[in-house]
T-cell receptor, first 113, second 114 residues
Framework: GENVEQHPSTLSVQEGDSAVIKCTYS??????FPWYKQELGKRPQLIID?????GEKKDQRIAVTLNKTAKHFSLHITETQPEDSAVYFC????????????FGKGTHLIIQP | DAEITQSPRHKITETGRQVTLACHQT?????MFWYRQDLGHGLRLIHY???????NKGEVSDGYSVSRSNTEDLPLTLESAASSQTSVYFC?????????????FGEGSRLTVL
């Protein structure tokens, strides 16, 4: 099955700086790579996703890049703000989508004032 | 508004008891999922369903079962609760074909097994 590794587990950045979270996956059949944000005590919510036919996708201060050859994808947050503090999860579809989403273990992003 | 709801939100039970966590969605989504969330492990897939009468085992299915008798509901049953099943459980649903779209999560059910 799919295996998703996520790094770092904790990331502390100064407000206004950029943050980068990286993930690798094992299943070459994976085609869909979403990122979820989970605030303390809340449910995970999708913030951005990318499919295998695209190398990069941006949405305001958030961007995701995908390298299918190397089987890794990354989340980039620019001009970080206090409300960006949360746990972020990457995920990849398993079995080409037939086996649900496999999540990474999460990155706790801390924005220092 | 359409939603996905879980109940109970909090439950304490004893080892060996049967527990059922309910999940109900009003989006008419075909796909429904159960995940457990534990510190250091992220979200791990327990069971999932891509339609009525369809159920599939996920990564950590041992000790759990699900049934899908209608589109709206996917209850998760712990046949004989164990302390290792103390966790936060999230139900989720999505539209479209398998693996193609956004997961919408419920608010979670915190289960403690004593």
């Amino acid at each position: 099955g799919e295996n998703v590794e996520q790094h770092p587990s904790t990331l502390s950045v100064q407000e206004g700086d950029s943050a980068v979270i990286k993930c690798t996956y094992s299943d070459s059949a994976s085609n869909y790579f979403p990122w979820y944000k989970q605030e303390l005590g809340k449910r995970p919510q999708l913030i951005i996703d990318i499919r295998s036919n695209v190398g990069e996708k941006k949405d305001q201060r958030i961007a995701v890049t995908l390298n299918k050859t190397a089987k890794h994808f990354s989340l980039h947050i620019t001009e970080t703000q206090p409300e960006d503090s949360a746990v972020y999860f990457c995920a990849a579809d398993s079995g080409g989508g037939a086996d649900g989403l496999t999540f990474g273990k999460g990155t706790h992003l801390i924005i220092q004032p | 508004d359409a939603e996905i709801t879980q109940s109970p939100r909090h439950k304490i039970t004893e080892t060996g008891r049967q527990v059922t966590l309910a999940c109900h969605q009003t989006w008419n989504h075909n796909n429904m999922f159960w995940y457990r969330q534990d510190l250091g492990h992220g979200l791990r897939l327990i069971h999932y369903s891509y339609g009525v009468q369809d159920t599939n085992k996920g990564e950590v299915s041992d000790g759990y079962s699900v049934s899908r008798s209608n589109t709206e509901d996917l209850p998760l049953t712990l046949e004989s609760a164990a302390s290792s099943q103390t966790s936060v459980y999230f139900c989720a649903s999505s539209a479209g074909g398998p693996g193609t779209g956004e997961l919408f999560f419920g608010e979670g059910s915190r289960l403690t097994v004593l």
